[in-house]
């Protein structure tokens, strides 16, 4: 289905929108001015008919039919000009009357005489027999002893300056709108066509970008407008979609590489045992190391089920209270092997006597995971210290180190997949998914999680939850 650019829809409107303005303007003009000329022609007619009939009632109609254009100076002080003026009797016979207009007689409609014989001053616009139009009213002329209508004064004035002036008026209008709408339009469509000139380099600049080259920018330059806000907001979201990709590309590198060095021992130590035959315990031997790489294998398809499920929120989280004391000196005894194991101290401070609410199974998963992190960065003789502090609902708890620590560049790293600070990536026993795992179990408690680093000196994580609401 076709449909108009966006830069002819805002003209058409902006066009469309101007001419009702200008008709409705000019419909205005012309009616006031119109209503305006002709009160202005009935003021003037009717002020002749309302001296003439007060000077007939006056002189008793005395001299004014023997020499009437004489009489009219002697009244109104000049001969009007442009009028037409006669006097009837109350039958409508015509007794005396003046024309200075091309039309020699004016017919004069019944209802008109009709309602001046009833005492109405009558206002009408007749047309002439030469075609031309006139404006007349009719007043009637009252004899005060009697109260009754003798004649009736009809004064009239030729409407062919006032047509003229409205012709000329109604030709100025066709003229101006139509004009005017055209030139809105012209200019509508350049002034929209530069203003949406942004969108459609927006426009080009996404077909450019795909997850090959996401290094495409709209220039935004110093314009802070609406379209200088969509360009910025747009240029973030290509960064946001650049990291995205980044992080799937090394996530897919980190799987590949996990699953690469198991699966290798594993084809390289069958290979051995099928070269010759050996003893029973060198085939347990082998047997053992590949178990071993099936079971890290193993956890590492286990802990990116366990993301994948939280991701999409299909984990349950039990509620059930936790002291968080208990649960800590208990992780702690159980991580005190692995720790002496690398010839790390671990260290129990001050931890607090508080209960939190939610699921013990994955919060102890989450602190063993961290603590295990630092005894494993830690280099030998050093320590892991775990503490806590209370602070207005929550429980914050430390697990500090003096381990290689983190380069700050790689700080916002720290919980992405496979993460490992040692950059020489040495093979440990760990899937790499740890501290993404605690991350999530701590937000989906409603807690948070972070990191301080200095390298060469530790690290610590701050873990805070919510107290259970007594």
């Given at each position: 289905m076709f449909s108009l650019p966006i830069k002819w829809k805002l003209t058409l409107w902006y066009s469309l929108i101007l001419a009702l303005i200008l008709i409705a303007f000019s419909s205005g003009v012309y009616i006031y001015f119109r209503n305006s000329l002709q009160k202005s022609i009935d003021t003037k007619i009717k002020s002749i008919a309302d001296v003439l009939s007060t000077s007939m009632v006056e002189t008793h109609g005395i001299n004014v039919f023997s020499n009437f254009e004489r009489y009219l100076e002697n009244v109104l002080g000049k001969k009007p000009k442009g009028k037409f003026i006669q006097i009837m009797d109350s039958s409508g016979k015509i007794g005396a009357k003046m024309s200075d207009i091309e039309a020699e007689t004016i017919p004069t409609s019944f209802s008109a005489l009709e309602k001046a014989l009833k005492g109405e001053v009558v206002y009408e616009t007749i047309e002439s027999p030469s075609k031309q139009r006139i404006r007349t009213v009719i007043v009637p002329i009252m004899e005060k002893e009697r109260y009754k209508i003798t004649s009736i004064v009809q004064v009239g004035t030729s409407l062919e300056d006032f047509d003229e002036t409205l012709r000329r008026l109604l030709l100025i209008f066709l003229i101006s709108i139509p004009t005017s709408i055209a030139i809105t339009t012209v200019s509508g469509y350049f002034l929209a066509r530069k203003a949406l000139k942004p969108v459609d380099k927006i426009r080009r600049t996404a077909i450019k970008i795909s997850s090959s080259n996401l290094d495409e920018r709209i220039d935004v330059g110093d314009k802070r407008d609406e379209l200088g806000r969509l360009a910025t907001t747009f240029n973030d979201m290509i960064e946001r979609l650049k990291e995205s990709f980044q992080r799937i590309n090394q996530f897919s590198i980190d799987v590949?590489?996990?699953?690469?060095?198991?699966?290798?021992?594993?084809?390289?130590?069958?290979?051995?045992?099928?070269?010759?035959?050996?003893?029973?315990e060198e085939y347990k031997k082998i047997l053992k190391s590949n178990l071993e790489e099936i079971d890290r294998m193993t956890k590492i398809i286990d802990d990116l089920l366990l993301l994948s499920k939280?991701?999409?929120?299909?984990?349950?989280?039990?509620?059930?209270?936790?002291?968080?004391?208990?649960?800590?000196?208990?992780?702690?005894?159980?991580?005190?092997?692995?720790?002496?194991?690398?010839?790390?101290?671990?260290?129990?401070?001050?931890?607090?006597?508080?209960?939190?609410?939610?699921?013990?199974?994955?919060?102890?998963?989450?602190?063993?995971?961290?603590?295990?992190?630092?005894?494993?960065?830690t280099p030998k003789g050093g320590m892991v210290e775990v503490y806590s502090s209370l602070n207005d609902g929550y429980i914050n708890v430390y697990i500090k180190d003096n381990g290689i620590g983190i380069p700050e560049s790689d700080i916002k790293f720290i919980f992405d997949r496979f993460y490992r600070g040692d950059k020489s990536r040495r093979r440990e026993t760990g899937s790499g998914l740890g501290l993404s795992i605690s991350k999530w179990i701590t937000e989906a408690h409603k807690g948070t999680i972070e990191v301080k680093s200095v390298p060469s000196q530790g690290s610590t994580f701050i873990v805070k939850l919510p107290l259970k609401n007594e």
């Open positions: 590949s590489h996990e699953l690469k060095t198991p699966l290798t021992i594993l084809k390289g130590e069958t290979e051995v045992a099928l070269r010759k035959d050996r003893d029973i939280a991701e999409s929120d299909n984990i349950v989280i039990n509620q059930e209270d936790i002291p968080i004391k208990d649960l800590l000196v208990d992780i702690c005894m159980s991580m005190e092997v692995f720790a002496k194991q690398k010839g790390v101290e671990l260290v129990l401070g001050n931890i607090d006597e508080a209960n939190l609410r939610g699921d013990e199974l994955k919060i102890r998963r989450m602190f063993s995971n961290i603590i295990e992190n630092g005894i494993k960065y």
